[in-house]
C-alpha cells in the first residue's frame, strides 16, 4: 500500500500570494490531520478532518483553510502569505480519530519570497 | 494554552551509552505518542501510550506514562548509530486529533 502522499513536495511562492497543498492518505484512512514544522521545532497542528468534518482546528489565523474530499484526500489553503509562512507542511493519515498514532507524508516544503 | 515541554533539547552520546528523554504536560493528558524524525525526513510513530502507569518495551527502546498522565519518558538501552534523529513526544486529546509536539530531543551517536 502506498503510504500518506503529498504533493508538491517543494514550493516557492511570494508574499501576498495564495497556496494549496495536497494529500492522499493511506487507503481505509478516514482521518487527515495538517501539521506546520518549523526549522527546529515540533510539528504544529493546524486542521484535523474526519469523515469530511472539522474536527479540530489549531491556532492559526483565518488564512488557513482547508477541506477534506469524498474520497477522504485533503487540501490545505493559505492566503495572502506571509515570509514566515515558510515551513515543512506535514499531513497525516490515521485509521480513526482520536487515539491513533498517524502517519506522516513526506510534506510539502514551502517558501515564501 | 496547554503545552508539552521536552529535555533536553540535544544529547550527545558514545556508541553503546544510555539515553533518556522526558516529556511533560501542563494538562493532564488522554494519551501520549511518541515520534521519531531523521534528519530531513518527517516524523515516523513510534508508539502509543493510553493507561496511567502505563510501560512498553520495543527492543531496546522502553517508553513510560506518568501516574498523573501529565509526564513520559523514552529510554534507549545502549544506543546504535540507527538512533540518530530528533525525538518528539506528543500530548493528544480524547476529543480531537489534535497532538501537540514537545519541541523535541535532537539524539547524536559518536561510533
Known amino acids: 500500500d502506498a503510504g500518506v502522499t503529498q504533493s508538491p513536495t517543494h514550493l516557492i511562492k511570494t508574499r501576498g500570494q495564495h497556496v494549496t497543498l495536497r494529500c492522499s492518505p493511506i ?30 482546528r489549531g491556532n492559526f489565523p483565518d488564512r488557513f483553510s482547508a477541506r477534506q474530499f469524498p474520497n477522504y484526500s485533503s487540501e490545505l489553503n493559505v492566503n495572502a502569505l506571509l515570509l514566515g509562512d515558510s515551513a515543512l507542511y506535514l499531513c497525516a493519515s490515521s485509521f480513526e480519530g482520536p487515539g491513533y498514532g498517524y502517519t506522516f507524508g513526506s510534506g510539502t516544503r514551502l517558501t515564501v519570497v | 494554552g496547554q503545552q508539552v515541554m521536552q529535555i533536553p533539547q540535544y544529547q550527545h552520546v558514545q556508541e553503546g551509552e544510555d539515553f533518556t528523554t522526558y516529556c511533560n504536560s501542563s494538562t493532564t493528558l488522554s494519551n501520549i505518542q511518541w515520534y521519531k524524525q531523521r534528519p530531513g525526513g518527517h516524523p515516523v510513530f513510534l508508539i502509543q501510550l493510553v493507561k496511567s502507569g502505563e510501560v512498553k518495551k520495543q527492543k531496546r527502546l522502553t517508553f513510560q506514562f506518568g501516574e498523573a498522565k501529565k509526564n513520559s519518558s523514552l529510554h534507549i538501552t545502549a544506543t546504535q548509530t540507527t538512533d540518530v534523529g530528533t525525538y518528539f513526544c506528543a500530548g493528544g486529546s480524547s476529543n480531537t486529533g489534535k497532538l501537540i509536539f514537545g519541541q523535541g530531543t535532537t539524539l547524536q551517536v559518536k561510533p
Open chain 1, 27 to 56: 487507503s481505509g484512512h478516514k482521518s487527515v490531520s495538517w501539521y506546520q514544522q518549523v526549522l527546529g521545532q515540533g510539528p504544529q497542528f493546524i486542521f484535523q478532518y474526519y469523515e469530511k468534518e472539522e474536527r479540530g
